[in-house]
C-alpha cells in the first residue's frame, strides 16, 4: 500500500512512522508541508496513494483512482466538509478520518486556561502593582470570581466541547451544550437550534467550539451577538471563520461583551493592524489551543493504530466520512 | 454584648451586619480599616468587646478584659500565630477562628488559573503574532501541555489546598500534598517531612499554601530550591514571608526553576525596583487570590453563622485556636 504523507514530521514522529509502516511504501511530497496545518498543494506522485496522512489537497483526491481513506491531521476538515466534497467521498467509498482525539486534551486545557484567567482578571492582575486596600486593589479583588454558579454555554459538543465539559463541572459551573441534534448521551443538558436563543441571553460564558463549514459560516453574526447576554464573556477555540469579526468587534466596543478570548481568528494571524488587536478586553493567542509536547509523535501514534484498524476492517476513531 | 468590627465593609456588607447583631453593641475603631487585611492600631473602644471581628491589634487583646471570641477576617493569622498569643487565649480562654472558608474557593481557582496559564503558556502565547508552521509557533505549541501525568505537590493542606486538589484531579495530574501530620482524610497521598525532599525532587509544580507561623518563615530557602526538580514551576498562594525571595531569585536565574508564579510576596506590593520583577518568567498578582463579589458580604456572613453558634455553644467552623 502507498501511504502518502504531507505534513511536518519531528524525526521521532518520522522515525514512528517508518517503523508503524513496514511493507507499506511511504510517498513524501516534493515541496515539504511546514506544518500539521499547513495548505496542500497538489502534487504528481499523490496519484499513486491508497491513504493520505495529513492534509491532501481536495482538487487532487479527485483524480487518486486507488485512493481509499484519509487521514486529516487536524481537528479541523474545513477544506474538505462540503456537499460536493462529500458526495464524491460516499461515490467513491472513500473513508474520512480525522484527528480530534490528538488535540481535544490539550483544546479543553486551552478553553479552560482562558475561563480562570477570565474570571480571576490575570491580565489585569498581573499589570497591577498596588497595596493592598487601595481602591485599585479593592475593585479587581471584587471583579474577581470562581465561576461557581455561572452558566457556560459550549457551542460545538465533540470531544473538545465533552471533555471541557467534565473539566468545568467540578468548580460549580452551570454548563450547557449546543449542538444540532442531543445524542443522550451528554453529560450536560443540551439545547438545539429551537432553544439557543434564550441559552445566549442566560450564559454568561459563551465558548465556541463550532467547526468550518457551510452552515457555521459567521454563525456568530450581529444577530447572535445582539442575542447574548449584556456583560458575557466570548470565547473561540474553533475556527475564526464561524465569526463576524466585525460584529465581535462591536460586541466589545459597544461593552456588550465584556471580554473576547480567541484561539482562532481570520484570517490567521491577525494583521498587526487589525481593528480586533485593539479592541478593549480582546485576548487572542495564535492558533496553539492544541498544541502539546511530542505532537507530530501524537498524530502519528494515532494515524498508525487507525491504520492497524483499517487493515484488519475495523471502524476507525474520529471517523468523519 | 459588644462586638468590635475593624474591616472595611460595603454598605451591603454592614446593613447584613447590623441586622445579623439586633441586640448586640457594634463598637468601630476611631480610625476605619481600609482593607479585610488592614494592619490594625490600638483602639481606646476595643477594652469594651466581648467580640472581636476584623484584624485587632494583639497588643490590645491582651487588655481587652471582657473578650470571649476572635474572628479573624482573612485566612492569614499571622499577626496572632506565635506561642505567647496562643498561651494567652488559652489563659483567657479566648476563642480565635478565621475566614478561610470565605477564602479558599478563590484562592484554589487562583491558583489553578495560574497553573493552566502556565501549562498553556499564556503570557507568550498572548503576546505572539506570528503565522502557522513558523518556527516561533511550532515552538510554541511544543511547548505547552495540559497537566496529565504531571506531579503537583501541595504544600499546606487545609481547604484551600483540598479544594484545588479537587480541581486538579480532573486533569489526570498525579497530586500530592505535603502537610506536617497526616489525618487520614486527605483526597490525595500525603507526605510528611521525611518524605518532603523526594517529593520536591519529583513534583514539576509546587504550589506553596504554607501560612506564615515561626516554622514556615523562609520555609523555601536556598536549600529547598536545591532540592527540587530542575525544571520545575513554583507557586505561592499562602504568604510572602514562607519565602526567602533572595534563593528564589537565584533560582530563577539559574533556571533551576522554570517560571514563579507568586499572588503573595514580602513586602506587598513588592517594589517597582526589586528584583523579582524583572526575573525572568515570574509572574505577580498583588495578593488577590481570595477576591470575589461580594467579598465582604460573604464575610459577614460567615461571621454571622458563627455568631449563632457561639451564641448556642456550638463549636465554631474555622476555629484556630
Redesign the interface.
Known amino acids: 500500500m502507498n501511504i502518502f504523507v504531507d505534513l ?1 514530521l519531528s524525526p521521532d514522529a518520522l522515525a514512528a512512522l517508518r517503523e508503524g509502516t513496514t511493507g507499506c511504501q511511504l510517498l513524501f511530497p516534493q515541496t515539504p508541508a ?2 500539521v ?2 495548505s496542500p498543494e497538489a502534487d504528481p506522485r499523490f496519484k499513486a496513494a491508497d491513504i493520505a496522512f495529513g492534509q491532501p489537497n481536495p482538487q487532487a483526491v479527485a483524480e487518486a483512482k486507488c485512493l481509499k481513506w484519509i487521514h486529516v491531521s487536524s481537528s479541523g476538515i474545513t477544506r474538505y466538509d462540503h456537499p460536493q466534497f462529500r458526495a464524491l467521498m460516499a461515490e467513491r467509498q472513500i473513508v474520512v478520518s480525522n484527528s480530534a482525539s490528538v488535540y481535544s ?2 483544546c479543553a ?2 478553553a ?2 482562558f475561563l ?2 477570565q ?5 489585569s ?2 499589570q ?7 481602591p485599585v ?2 475593585e ?9 454558579g455561572e452558566t457556560v454555554l459550549i457551542l460545538g459538543f465533540g470531544a473538545i466541547g465533552t471533555r471541557l465539559a ?2 468545568l463541572l ?2 460549580g459551573a452551570n454548563v450547557a451544550a449546543y449542538r444540532r441534534q442531543a445524542r443522550g448521551d451528554e453529560v450536560v443538558p443540551v439545547v438545539t437550534q429551537p432553544g439557543l436563543s434564550d441559552a445566549l441571553a442566560q450564559a454568561q460564558h459563551i465558548v465556541n467550539v463550532l467547526p468550518d463549514s457551510t452552515q457555521t459560516r459567521h454563525f456568530f453574526d450581529a444577530r447572535r451577538f445582539a442575542a447574548i447576554r449584556p456583560g458575557a464573556v466570548f470565547y473561540n477555540i474553533g475556527r475564526g471563520a464561524t465569526v463576524d469579526q466585525t460584529a465581535l468587534l462591536a460586541a466589545l466596543l459597544s461593552q456588550r461583551l465584556k471580554a473576547a478570548w480567541l484561539d482562532v481568528t481570520d484570517p ?3 494583521p ?1 493592524d487589525h481593528p480586533l488587536r485593539q479592541a478593549p478586553n480582546c ?6 489551543a ?6 507530530t509523535t501524537s498524530l502519528v501514534r494515532h494515524f498508525l493504530a487507525n491504520l492497524q484498524r483499517f487493515i484488519r476492517q475495523q471502524p476507525l476513531v474520529d471517523r468523519v466520512m
Chains 1, 2 share one sequence.
Open positions: 511536518a511546514t506544518s496545518l499547513a486534551e490539550a486545557v486551552h479552560l486556561s480562570v484567567a474570571v480571576r482578571n490575570l491580565p492582575a498581573l497591577t502593582r498596588t497595596a493592598n486596600g487601595t486593589w479593592n479587581l479583588r471584587l471583579a474577581s470570581g470562581t465561576l461557581r467534565q473539566l467540578p468548580f490567521e494571524p491577525l498587526d485576548f487572542i493567542t495564535p492558533h496553539v492544541g498544541g502539546h509536547a511530542n505532537e
